[in-house]
Protein backbone atom coordinates (compact mmCIF):
# COMPACT_ATOMS: atom_id res chain seq x y z
CA UNK A 1 0.00 0.00 0.00
CA UNK A 2 0.92 3.75 -0.79
CA UNK A 3 1.71 5.98 2.63
CA UNK A 4 -1.02 7.67 2.07
CA UNK A 5 -3.20 4.98 1.59
CA UNK A 6 -2.52 4.07 4.79
CA UNK A 7 -3.24 6.79 6.54
CA UNK A 8 -6.63 6.90 5.11
CA UNK A 9 -7.30 3.65 6.63
CA UNK A 10 -5.56 4.28 9.82
CA UNK A 11 -7.91 7.20 10.34
CA UNK A 12 -10.89 5.06 8.98
CA UNK A 13 -10.11 2.76 11.72
CA UNK A 14 -9.34 5.48 14.30
CA UNK A 15 -13.34 6.84 13.65
CA UNK A 16 -14.43 3.40 13.84
CA UNK A 17 -12.89 1.96 16.90
CA UNK A 18 -13.73 5.21 18.84
CA UNK A 19 -9.80 5.86 19.21
CA UNK A 20 -7.22 8.48 19.75
CA UNK A 21 -3.95 8.42 18.21
CA UNK A 22 -0.80 9.92 20.21
CA UNK A 23 2.71 10.19 18.95
CA UNK A 24 5.65 11.11 20.99
CA UNK A 25 7.73 14.15 20.01
CA UNK A 26 10.57 11.88 19.23
CA UNK A 27 8.58 9.43 16.37
CA UNK A 28 8.92 9.53 12.89
CA UNK A 29 7.93 12.34 10.93
CA UNK A 30 5.11 10.47 9.12
CA UNK A 31 3.68 9.36 12.50
CA UNK A 32 3.16 12.49 13.90
CA UNK A 33 1.88 14.11 10.92
CA UNK A 34 -0.93 11.82 11.34
CA UNK A 35 -1.36 11.90 15.14
CA UNK A 36 -4.11 13.02 16.72
CA UNK A 37 -2.11 14.49 19.65
CA UNK A 38 1.70 15.40 19.76
CA UNK A 39 3.73 16.03 22.56
CA UNK A 40 5.53 14.52 25.83
CA UNK A 41 4.82 11.41 27.36
CA UNK A 42 2.96 12.63 30.34
CA UNK A 43 1.27 15.31 28.68
CA UNK A 44 0.11 12.29 25.92
CA UNK A 45 -1.15 10.35 28.52
CA UNK A 46 -3.03 13.91 30.67
CA UNK A 47 -4.57 14.43 27.46
CA UNK A 48 -5.69 10.94 26.34
CA UNK A 49 -7.63 10.81 29.07
CA UNK A 50 -9.54 13.65 28.96
CA UNK A 51 -10.94 12.32 25.23
CA UNK A 52 -13.88 10.22 25.49
CA UNK A 53 -12.06 7.63 22.97
CA UNK A 54 -12.55 4.08 23.99
CA UNK A 55 -8.98 3.49 23.06
CA UNK A 56 -5.50 4.89 23.24
CA UNK A 57 -3.25 4.34 20.05
CA UNK A 58 0.36 5.32 21.93
CA UNK A 59 3.38 5.78 19.68
CA UNK A 60 5.68 5.72 22.00
CA UNK A 61 7.74 3.44 24.20
CA UNK A 62 6.24 0.52 26.80
CA UNK A 63 6.39 2.89 29.79
CA UNK A 64 4.19 5.37 28.09
CA UNK A 65 1.81 3.39 27.40
CA UNK A 66 1.82 1.91 31.09
CA UNK A 67 1.44 5.36 32.33
CA UNK A 68 -1.74 5.84 29.92
CA UNK A 69 -2.89 3.05 31.11
CA UNK A 70 -2.34 4.09 34.46
CA UNK A 71 -4.48 7.64 34.18
CA UNK A 72 -7.24 5.82 32.22
CA UNK A 73 -7.92 2.34 33.38
CA UNK A 74 -11.21 2.03 31.60
CA UNK A 75 -9.52 2.56 27.83
CA UNK A 76 -7.64 0.03 26.27
CA UNK A 77 -4.12 1.06 25.44
CA UNK A 78 -2.50 0.31 22.27
CA UNK A 79 1.41 0.40 22.20
CA UNK A 80 1.91 -0.55 18.27
CA UNK A 81 5.34 -1.94 18.86
CA UNK A 82 5.60 -4.08 21.75
CA UNK A 83 9.35 -4.33 21.55
CA UNK A 84 9.68 -0.06 21.64
CA UNK A 85 11.32 0.02 25.50
CA UNK A 86 13.37 2.42 27.10
CA UNK A 87 17.12 1.60 27.92
CA UNK A 88 16.70 4.00 30.80
CA UNK A 89 13.49 2.68 32.10
CA UNK A 90 14.79 -0.51 32.07
CA UNK A 91 18.01 0.25 34.56
CA UNK A 92 16.50 0.83 37.65
CA UNK A 93 14.15 -2.17 39.27
CA UNK A 94 12.11 -2.96 41.78
CA UNK A 95 14.13 -4.88 43.72
CA UNK A 96 17.29 -2.49 43.22
CA UNK A 97 15.39 0.48 44.00
CA UNK A 98 13.57 -1.42 47.23
CA UNK A 99 17.32 -1.97 48.30
CA UNK A 100 18.14 1.36 48.29
CA UNK A 101 15.61 2.73 50.12
CA UNK A 102 16.72 0.27 52.70
CA UNK A 103 20.12 1.81 52.62
CA UNK A 104 18.01 5.73 53.43
CA UNK A 105 15.33 4.47 55.38
CA UNK A 106 12.37 7.44 55.18
CA UNK A 107 14.09 8.96 52.36
CA UNK A 108 11.06 9.90 49.86
CA UNK A 109 11.88 8.59 46.49
CA UNK A 110 11.33 10.70 43.47
CA UNK A 111 11.15 8.82 40.06
CA UNK A 112 11.18 10.56 36.29
CA UNK A 113 8.19 9.38 34.62
CA UNK A 114 10.94 7.62 31.99
CA UNK A 115 10.62 4.30 34.63
CA UNK A 116 8.03 1.20 34.62
CA UNK A 117 4.58 1.68 36.33
CA UNK A 118 6.24 -1.06 39.04
CA UNK A 119 9.00 1.53 39.96
CA UNK A 120 6.24 4.49 40.16
CA UNK A 121 4.28 1.79 42.61
CA UNK A 122 7.16 1.70 44.71
CA UNK A 123 7.77 6.19 45.01
CA UNK A 124 6.54 8.79 46.64
CA UNK A 125 6.77 10.92 43.87
CA UNK A 126 7.19 11.30 39.82
CA UNK A 127 8.58 13.77 38.13
CA UNK A 128 9.16 14.65 34.13
CA UNK A 129 12.05 16.67 32.96
CA UNK A 130 9.55 20.04 32.99
CA UNK A 131 8.75 19.86 36.74
CA UNK A 132 11.59 17.76 37.93
CA UNK A 133 13.19 21.04 40.29
CA UNK A 134 9.75 22.41 41.14
CA UNK A 135 8.52 18.67 42.29
CA UNK A 136 12.19 18.49 44.44
CA UNK A 137 11.85 21.36 45.70
CA UNK A 138 8.30 21.07 47.43
CA UNK A 139 9.45 18.14 49.37
CA UNK A 140 9.69 19.02 52.93
CA UNK A 141 12.30 16.41 52.89
CA UNK A 142 16.39 17.61 53.31
CA UNK A 143 16.95 14.34 51.28
CA UNK A 144 15.59 12.70 48.39
CA UNK A 145 16.61 9.50 46.53
CA UNK A 146 16.29 9.92 42.74
CA UNK A 147 15.75 7.26 40.09
CA UNK A 148 16.72 6.38 37.43
CA UNK A 149 18.36 8.93 35.54
CA UNK A 150 21.51 10.25 37.04
CA UNK A 151 21.85 13.19 34.31
CA UNK A 152 18.37 15.04 35.10
CA UNK A 153 18.82 13.86 38.84
CA UNK A 154 22.13 16.58 38.67
CA UNK A 155 20.54 19.18 36.91
CA UNK A 156 18.18 19.46 39.71
CA UNK A 157 20.61 19.31 42.38
CA UNK A 158 22.13 22.64 40.74
CA UNK A 159 18.87 23.83 41.78
CA UNK A 160 18.19 22.74 45.17
CA UNK A 161 19.62 22.70 48.47
CA UNK A 162 18.69 19.13 49.50
CA UNK A 163 21.08 16.05 49.68
CA UNK A 164 20.53 13.47 46.50
CA UNK A 165 20.99 10.39 46.20
CA UNK A 166 21.59 8.93 42.95
CA UNK A 167 20.37 6.11 41.01
CA UNK A 168 23.22 5.10 38.29
CA UNK A 169 20.85 5.21 35.12
CA UNK A 170 20.96 7.17 31.74
CA UNK A 171 19.35 7.69 28.29
CA UNK A 172 22.12 6.29 25.83
CA UNK A 173 20.61 8.31 22.85
CA UNK A 174 21.13 11.51 24.99
CA UNK A 175 24.39 10.08 26.41
CA UNK A 176 25.94 10.02 22.93
CA UNK A 177 26.29 13.77 23.09
CA UNK A 178 29.63 14.69 23.76
CA UNK A 179 30.65 18.73 24.33
CA UNK A 180 33.05 18.68 21.43
CA UNK A 181 29.80 17.61 19.17
CA UNK A 182 28.24 20.71 20.90
CA UNK A 183 31.70 23.30 20.33
CA UNK A 184 32.09 21.81 16.37
CA UNK A 185 28.54 22.79 16.43
CA UNK A 186 28.63 26.53 17.54
CA UNK A 187 31.79 26.93 15.69
CA UNK A 188 30.04 25.92 12.03
CA UNK A 189 27.21 28.29 13.07
CA UNK A 190 28.19 31.26 15.42
CA UNK A 191 25.20 33.23 16.69
CA UNK A 192 23.29 30.32 16.36
CA UNK A 193 21.60 29.23 20.65
CA UNK A 194 22.77 25.80 21.80
CA UNK A 195 19.16 24.49 23.43
CA UNK A 196 19.58 20.93 24.98
CA UNK A 197 17.47 18.45 27.51
CA UNK A 198 18.53 17.76 31.16
CA UNK A 199 19.17 13.96 30.34
CA UNK A 200 22.15 15.32 28.39
CA UNK A 201 25.52 14.74 30.25
CA UNK A 202 25.99 17.79 32.66
CA UNK A 203 29.39 18.56 30.58
CA UNK A 204 26.75 19.06 27.75
CA UNK A 205 24.03 20.91 29.70
CA UNK A 206 26.88 23.33 30.77
CA UNK A 207 27.52 24.55 27.32
CA UNK A 208 23.82 25.42 27.03
CA UNK A 209 22.05 28.64 26.20
CA UNK A 210 18.89 27.25 27.46
CA UNK A 211 18.22 23.40 29.23
CA UNK A 212 14.92 22.66 29.42
CA UNK A 213 12.21 19.81 28.53
CA UNK A 214 10.71 18.96 25.00
CA UNK A 215 7.52 21.27 25.54
CA UNK A 216 10.00 23.50 27.33
CA UNK A 217 11.84 23.84 23.31
CA UNK A 218 8.96 24.31 21.90
CA UNK A 219 7.93 27.16 23.64
CA UNK A 220 11.70 28.78 23.92
CA UNK A 221 11.88 28.67 20.21
CA UNK A 222 8.99 30.01 18.97
CA UNK A 223 9.39 33.25 21.61
CA UNK A 224 12.96 33.29 20.70
CA UNK A 225 14.42 36.02 18.69
CA UNK A 226 17.22 34.02 17.10
CA UNK A 227 16.61 32.67 14.09
CA UNK A 228 19.20 29.40 14.67
CA UNK A 229 19.03 26.87 16.84
CA UNK A 230 21.67 23.90 17.51
CA UNK A 231 19.37 21.32 19.28
CA UNK A 232 20.43 18.71 21.63
CA UNK A 233 17.68 16.21 21.89
CA UNK A 234 16.50 12.83 19.88
CA UNK A 235 16.05 13.90 16.44
CA UNK A 236 12.40 13.53 15.64
CA UNK A 237 11.54 16.71 17.61
CA UNK A 238 13.44 18.76 14.76
CA UNK A 239 9.72 18.02 12.62
CA UNK A 240 7.62 19.99 14.80
CA UNK A 241 10.26 22.70 15.71
CA UNK A 242 10.47 23.28 11.57
CA UNK A 243 6.29 23.16 11.59
CA UNK A 244 5.94 25.52 13.75
CA UNK A 245 8.79 27.87 13.46
CA UNK A 246 9.10 28.06 9.09
CA UNK A 247 11.51 31.29 9.38
CA UNK A 248 14.02 29.92 11.67
CA UNK A 249 16.43 27.18 10.98
CA UNK A 250 17.06 24.02 13.56
CA UNK A 251 20.31 21.98 13.66
CA UNK A 252 20.61 18.77 15.16
CA UNK A 253 23.67 18.75 17.76
CA UNK A 254 24.89 15.16 16.58
CA UNK A 255 23.98 12.65 13.93
CA UNK A 256 24.08 10.33 17.51
CA UNK A 257 21.27 11.47 18.63
CA UNK A 258 18.52 9.27 17.01
CA UNK A 259 17.06 6.78 19.70
CA UNK A 260 16.31 3.49 17.62
CA UNK A 261 13.32 2.39 20.05
CA UNK A 262 11.68 5.52 19.33
CA UNK A 263 12.13 5.00 15.33
CA UNK A 264 10.44 1.54 15.51
CA UNK A 265 6.92 2.59 15.09
CA UNK A 266 5.81 2.81 11.58
CA UNK A 267 2.69 3.63 9.82
CA UNK A 268 2.01 0.10 8.89
CA UNK A 269 2.52 -1.07 12.55
CA UNK A 270 -0.31 1.58 13.28
CA UNK A 271 -2.48 0.03 10.56
CA UNK A 272 -2.36 -3.65 12.06
CA UNK A 273 -2.64 -2.41 15.88
CA UNK A 274 -5.60 -0.73 14.53
CA UNK A 275 -7.04 -3.92 12.71
CA UNK A 276 -6.18 -6.50 15.29
CA UNK A 277 -6.59 -4.33 18.65
CA UNK A 278 -3.32 -5.64 20.16
CA UNK A 279 -1.07 -5.11 21.29
CA UNK A 280 -2.50 -4.11 24.85
CA UNK A 281 -0.72 -2.75 27.37
CA UNK A 282 -2.37 -3.08 30.93
CA UNK A 283 -1.16 -2.17 34.10
CA UNK A 284 -2.55 -4.85 36.95
CA UNK A 285 -4.77 -2.63 39.82
CA UNK A 286 -2.38 -3.79 42.69
CA UNK A 287 0.59 -1.72 40.37
CA UNK A 288 -1.44 0.95 39.31
CA UNK A 289 -3.21 2.33 42.33
CA UNK A 290 0.17 3.21 43.85
CA UNK A 291 1.42 4.21 40.80
CA UNK A 292 -1.04 6.61 40.14
CA UNK A 293 -0.84 8.35 43.85
CA UNK A 294 2.96 8.66 42.60
CA UNK A 295 1.61 10.18 39.61
CA UNK A 296 -1.31 12.64 40.89
CA UNK A 297 1.27 14.07 43.75
CA UNK A 298 3.25 15.54 40.74
CA UNK A 299 0.50 16.62 38.46
CA UNK A 300 -0.13 19.03 41.17
CA UNK A 301 3.40 20.41 40.97
CA UNK A 302 2.90 23.02 38.12
CA UNK A 303 5.17 22.48 34.19
CA UNK A 304 6.88 24.88 32.89
Excluded at 34 to 58: C, M, R, Y
Excluded at 81 to 98: F, K, N, S, Y
Excluded at 159 to 182: I, M, N, Q
Excluded at 237 to 254: C, D, H, T, V
Amino acid sequence: MHADEIKQEIRTLLKERNAVLLAHNYMRDEVQEIADITGDSLGLSQEAAKTSAAVIVFCGVHFMAESASILSPDKTVLLPRLDAGCPMADMVTVEGLRELKARHPGVPVVTYVNSSAAVKAESDICCTSANAVKVVNSLPDREVIFVPDRNLGQFVAAHSDKTFHFWDGYCPTHERLKPEDVQRMKAAHPGALFICHPECNPVVSALADHVCSTSGMYDYCRTSPARTFIVGTEAGILYRLRQENPGKEFILASPALVCPNMKLTSLEDILEALKTMTPVVKVPEEIRVPAKRALDRMIAIPRD
